[in-house]
């Protein structure tokens, strides 16, 4: 069989498995967003007590491998009783271990809000809530976009480590044809092909986010 | 007489080993402006922010009115809502089109309806001569075009009085009249006002009371006319003449 016959036949699959890839990424990117807010706020305008906290988490998440932490969730909690599918504990995963690195990008983009916008609000008569809600939420998503794109970028990438406790994503899907066809090589090649594409996709998209929501004259 | 709007007592602030007011004492009364002169590092903005609050004063007593800011059990957002405030540099929200800037406090604090935020939005901007400027960003605004955006952010919060911090010293030369021409025109239409500052064209204009404060502390303090021509402590007199030739305000 030819390689472009051979690419061909073994699309379909591939791209199932791409399917999978893509909802790992978008739930553990959300997931860790949703979270990675909340704790950067925390880190930064949090009392002592909150701070020690989010910080914990973060130093936690970070400073232990992705592929550990799956391990534990898939392999180790059973022996505890609690018994997780393969893509229930790779989006967890992802999702807590993307939330530590999101949580450090919010917070680097947080601190260069200029101070001064804060006092004007805090001139107007605003409560800090109101002030972090209106004035510093809102210039904070802004200059996160640049750092965040990365983020999602790593993060499609490193949903193949979900392979190694058998969810059925891409690399998944090529290791199950090439252990059938012996045609490895080819088989990845593919699989590189599509990585590619789809992140090409997802870069040229995230562009126009930023520009969409770039503030005219800055 | 006019009733007091501001009365500030004994007022005390220190950085670290640094006293930064060393008991400053005055008043100012509805429909006044009070410049305060006097040269950089003597304590004149960190008044101004320990009039709001901004800056937590050590000690000292401040009147708003009848409430008093100081007491703690005073809602502070309450009051910084009637006290406004015009920063030397604008301070406006860069994500925010001029008439959301002047808008976002009477819908978030004074929970205004958007319509009548907005009608207010822009009856402020076109007091301050911006009214073709509504949807422009604060970066596509000159400095003297973001300095009337704020002063009509502050305005529309129908506050008992403004605080303005150095307002034109940001500003490039040719840009100052538009900014002080307002300033004017507020002073005259009653405004309250506070103003730190060096124009002496708009002192003379306008002020019924100056200031010139020293090392933390008021040197003197009277009406343009006293100041100008009989003030009595020779630092006032030196410090009056070196920015009168500076920054003009001569009698032509």
Same mark, same amino acid.
């Given at each position: 069989m030819s390689f472009p016959e051979l690419a061909w036949s073994i699309l379909p699959k591939l791209l199932e498995g791409m399917v999978v890839t893509l909802e790992l990424t978008i739930i553990a990117i959300t997931m860790g967003a949703l979270l990675g807010i909340p704790i950067a706020l925390g880190r930064v305008y949090g009392s002592k007590l909150i701070y020690i906290f989010c910080t914990f988490f973060v130093e936690i998440f970070r400073g232990t491998p992705l592929l550990t932490q799956l391990f534990i969730l898939y392999f180790g909690l059973p022996s505890v009783g609690v018994m997780l599918s393969p893509f229930t504990a790779a989006v967890i995963g992802m999702g807590l271990n993307s939330a530590a690195y999101q949580a450090e990008y919010f917070r680097g983009a947080i601190q260069s809000v200029k101070e001064e916008q804060l006092i004007a609000a805090y001139s107007l008569g605003m409560k800090q809530v109101q002030a972090i809600r209106y004035v510093v939420l809102p210039q904070m998503l802004r200059l996160v976009i640049p750092s965040w794109s990365n983020e999602l970028i790593y993060l499609l990438k490193y949903t193949s480590m979900a392979y190694m406790i058998q969810a059925p994503e891409i690399i998944s899907q090529g290791r199950l044809i090439s252990s059938r066809n012996f045609r490895t090589f080819e088989v990845f090649i593919v699989i590189t092909v599509i990585y590619l594409v789809v992140v090409l996709i997802l870069s040229k998209f995230l562009d126009l986010m930023e520009s969409k929501f770039r503030i005219p004259g800055l | 007489m006019p009733k007091t709007v501001l009365k500030v007592e004994n007022l005390h602030k220190s950085y670290g080993n640094l006293e930064v007011l060393k008991g400053i004492s005055f008043q100012v009364r509805q429909g006044e402006t009070t410049v305060i002169i006097g040269s950089s590092g003597t304590g004149k903005s960190t008044l101004l922010t320990c009039i709001n609050q901004?800056?937590?004063?050590d000690k000292g007593r401040i009147w708003l009115e009848d409430i008093e800011i100081t007491d703690p059990k005073t809602d502070l957002n309450m009051v910084r809502s009637s006290i406004g405030m015009v920063f030397q540099h604008f301070?406006?929200? %860069?994500?925010?089109?001029a008439l959301d800037n002047v808008r976002l406090g009477l819908t978030v604090?004074?929970?205004?309806?958007p319509e009548r935020a907005t009608e207010i939005g822009i009856e402020k901007l076109k007091l301050v001569g911006l009214e073709d400027k509504l949807h422009s960003y604060p970066a596509e605004l000159s400095g003297g075009q973001q300095q009337r955006v704020s002063i009509a952010r502050a305005l529309a919060m129908s506050p008992k009085l403004i605080l303005f911090d150095e307002? %034109?010293?940001?500003?490039?030369p040719e840009l100052i009249g538009e900014v002080l021409n307002v300033m004017i025109e507020l002073a005259k239409s009653g405004m309250t006002m506070i103003v730190v500052s060096h124009e002496m064209g708009f002192a003379r204009a306008v002020a019924n009371d100056i200031i010139f404060m020293e090392n933390g502390v008021i040197v003197e303090e009277g009406t343009p006319e006293a100041m100008f021509n009989y003030c009595k402590n020779p630092r006032t007199r030196e410090f009056l003449h070196k920015i009168t030739e500076l920054y003009g305000g001569k009698k032509e």
């Open positions: - | 901004i800056t937590p004063p301070n406006l929200f %860069t994500h925010l089109n604090v004074k929970k205004i309806s307002p %034109t010293s940001a500003l490039d």
